[in-house]
């Protein structure tokens, strides 16, 4: 039976935050429903763990440090997740998170993996400029169009001018758009292996230090002019 959720608000939130650091701990924000909330320049101490909570709002962080790990597993965001020139000393856990419009995590970097596995996301999924010391993660992860009634935001996936220094998997994902890896460092593996993207997926200039495993691996062309 799924975990009943409590209401918070921005002030518990940032209370939940101050006193985990201080007892040395991971701020539980687990299987809350909460509203909007942004950090802005801020240095957080500890883990944030959002597992299982609904956020009714987007979600911002930008130039913050966090050391320790953000954790979102299993957690409904009803629009967007946005992380920019952050530095996050620990991972980011993903997996099963649900984004009603767009992530994007532009020039953050992430010490250890980068795992949004099986994350389902409408609207484009932005890892331009990022850094990943461990491994990018997005086995069966699902980007789709999302339209409104201005126009359709594409189901696009952005990895340009990356440096991710383990694997990237991609095993089994779905992306209703391109994808866009121009320019971007992959020293372990790429594995698209059953991943599909209904249009065109840009290799240009992409180093691959690893191998490239594509079994059973669909796309409308491929561009592929590895270094």
């Known amino acids: 039976m799924p975990q009943p959720l409590q209401r918070w608000f921005v002030e518990d939130i ?42 009714q709002g987007a979600v911002y962080f930008h130039n913050c440090k966090i050391k320790g790990d953000l954790i979102f597993n299993n957690v409904l965001i009803y629009t967007t997740l946005y992380l920019d020139k952050n530095e996050i000393e620990g991972s980011l856990h993903g ?76 095993r089994g994902a779905f992306f209703e758009g391109l994808g866009d890896f121009k320019e971007t460092l992959i020293m372990g593996n790429l594995d698209l292996s059953g991943a599909m993207f209904q249009e065109i997926l840009d290799l240009s200039g992409t180093v691959i230090e690893g191998e490239t495993l594509t079994k059973d691996f669909r796309c409308q062309n491929l561009i592929a002019k590895l270094e």
């Not at 101050?18 to 950090?39: D, G, V």
Request: net charge positive; no cysteine; glycine share 6%.
């Open 95 to 170: 997996e099963n998170i649900k984004i009603r419009e767009v992530l994007n995590f532009i020039e953050s970097h992430f010490k250890k993996d980068l795992n949004l596995k099986n994350a389902q996301i409408k609207g484009f999924l932005g890892l331009n400029k990022i850094q990943v010391n461990g491994n990018l993660i997005l086995d069966g992860a699902i980007v789709k169009n999302l339209k409104s009634r201005t126009g359709t935001i594409k189901g696009d996936m952005y990895l340009q001018n990356a440096k991710i220094q383990g694997d990237v998997l991609m």
């Open 14 to 55: 940032l209370a939940e935050i101050r006193k985990a650091e201080r007892e040395k701990r991971t701020a539980n924000l687990s299987y809350k429903l909460l509203p909007e909330f942004s950090f802005f320049e801020k240095e957080i101490n500890t883990s944030l763990n959002f597992e299982g909570s609904t956020i």
